[in-house]
């Protein structure tokens, strides 16, 4: 079965420095979504990539998709405590249906 | 609704007693889906309804789990014989077919099973 590795698994930044998550997919991937959780909520949906070598931009978060490396990176600039959380890829499993998730990027942002 | 509920936002329950958890999805959304986090791991899927179709039930780790969808709307969690292992959060997410923007997440049910 499809599996989505997270890297890192957690990352401690100083507020206003810039950062990177990565999303690696074992299989062909069927568009990539990005969403954020923070403690005791709901995922918040981010942005979704469907066609390698797009991008989206979200605020301060730009993420992109390298479809023949079966990956997504996620790039916050200038973070900000209001950035931590943990952030989450998923794909679909085959060509549709349910997403499956990495298992998560656990941000905190030092003031 | 504006979003996706879910209740109760949280339940302890004794080894042994069944359980019931409620989604209510967006209005209009095709597609429901169950998902389940234990501390420390990440979302592990449960099971998908998609319209009339029949559900995916393939991600349900029991017979003791069970789910249900009433007129295409509102869904039911059903866990029987509850374990400790079915400590968690679970989390409801809803979507329309084919839509662009992901899954919308209910704020979960966490349940402690003593």
């Known amino acids: 079965s499809q599996e989505l590795e997270q890297s890192p698994q957690s990352l401690i930044v100083q507020e206003g420095k810039n950062l990177t998550i990565n999303c690696t997919s074992s299989?062909?991937?069927?568009?990539l979504y990005w969403y954020k959780q923070k403690y005791g909520e709901g995922l918040i949906f981010l942005m979704m990539?469907?066609?390698?070598?797009e991008e989206k931009s979200h605020e301060k978060i730009t993420a992109k998709l390298d479809e023949k490396k079966q990956q997504s990176s996620l790039h916050i600039t200038a973070s900000q405590p209001s950035h931590a959380g943990i952030y989450l890829c998923?794909?679909?499993?085959?060509?549709?249906?349910?997403?499956?998730f990495g298992k998560g990027t656990k941000l905190s942002v030092k003031p | 609704g504006a979003g996706v509920s879910q209740s109760p936002s949280n339940k302890v329950t004794e080894k042994g007693k069944d359980v019931e958890l409620r989604c209510d999805p967006i209005?209009?959304?095709?597609?429901l889906y169950w998902y389940r986090q234990s501390l420390g791991q990440g979302l592990e899927f449960l099971i998908y309804?998609?319209?009339?179709?029949?559900?995916?039930k393939s991600g349900l780790p029991s017979d003791r789990f069970s789910a249900e969808r009433t007129g295409g709307s509102v869904s039911t969690l059903t866990i029987q014989r509850t374990q400790q292992e079915d400590s968690a959060v679970y989390l409801c997410?809803?979507?329309?077919?084919?839509?662009?923007?992901?899954?919308?997440f209910g704020s979960g049910t966490r349940l402690t099973v003593v």
């Open positions: 990539l469907q066609k390698g070598g």
């Open positions: 998923g794909a679909h499993r085959g060509s549709q249906g349910n997403l499956i």
């Open positions: 309804f998609q319209g009339n179709s029949a559900p995916d």
């Open positions: 997410a809803s979507s329309s077919f084919g839509g662009d923007y992901g899954y919308t």
């Open positions: 299989k062909t991937l069927y568009g």
């Open positions: 209005s209009g959304h095709t597609a």
